[in-house]
């Protein structure tokens, strides 16, 4: 039996790792058997975290206004002004943009800075790479597009604009109208959140195999395969930098595709 074997079956190895890598309370001696061990996990921490931070970051940038922004301030309203110019009013125009801007911008800010954890050394996990979390956001935008869409229009005009294609004949309605049910009802969220988390799955199984693979080498007693660990380092590094690429992206593209379902229900036409 090799050694690595006689530590497994000693049961002293925590190498592959299971669902006990996400309890927050594992970091904590004497608490991974409490209830505390599954109310509070790593992703559940991070979620509040990332409230807390997102609060207290525009609280404190928002503490004395100037006319003239500090830095703190400039950072704030560039984060906002950019989601409300490009995303909010160049999609609904000015009026429905800025009264919608703030909804987008909350919702960029969340994801990004969600996105964010998994390139943080010692967390490496993001909530969103967790179906849980991104399906609730998707929800959370479907709400808004029916509710925005029902708003304006009322129930039974809504459901017409969204559900009967424009200038197709009435004959072909039997066959149209499960389809636009299903694409513009249905699926919506559902491809919404399925974007998100598998993007940020992927990206998470991408650099735990460079990362932990590297450290597996890097343990081996062979010296090739030792020397082979500086690659997968390596590739870890890249990837990370990617990743960060990923994160601001998949943000934008959440909040560009809000943004359109919200300016689709307001239209008169889809």
Known sequence: MTDSA????E????????????????????????????????????????????????????????????????IAESAYGFIRNTVAI???GKKDGVRFA?????????????NFWAIVPGIQVSPNSHIAFPAMLAVLSWVMYVWVGIKQHGLVKW??????????????????????????????????ALRLFANMFAGHLILLVFILGGFEMLNSSNLFIQGLSVFSFGMGIA???????????????FT???????QGSLAEEH
């Open 159 to 192: 459901l017409k604009i969204t559900v009967v294609p424009p200038g197709a004949p009435m004959f072909i309605y039997p066959l149209l109208i499960p389809i636009e049910i299903l694409q513009n009802i249905i699926l919506r969220p559902v491809t919404l």
């Open 102 to 114: 703030p909804y987008l911008a909350t919702l960029f800010l969340f994801i990004v800075l969600m």
């Open 239 to 253: 990837m990370t930098l990617f990743e960060l690429i990923v994160i601001l992206l998949q943000a934008y593209v």
């Open 6 to 9: 006689i530590v497994l079956a």
């Open 256 to 262: 560009l595709l809000t943004g359109m379902y919200i």
């Open 90 to 92: 160049d999609l609904m």
């Open 11 to 74: 049961g002293e190895s925590h190498f592959p790792p299971g669902i006990h890598s996400f309890d927050f309370a594992d970091w904590f001696s004497g608490l991974s058997e409490t209830a505390l061990a599954h109310m509070f996990t790593t992703l559940t921490m991070v979620v509040w975290a990332t409230v807390a931070i997102l609060i207290a970051f525009f609280l404190w940038a928002n503490r004395k206004p100037q006319i003239v922004p500090t830095k703190k301030q400039w």
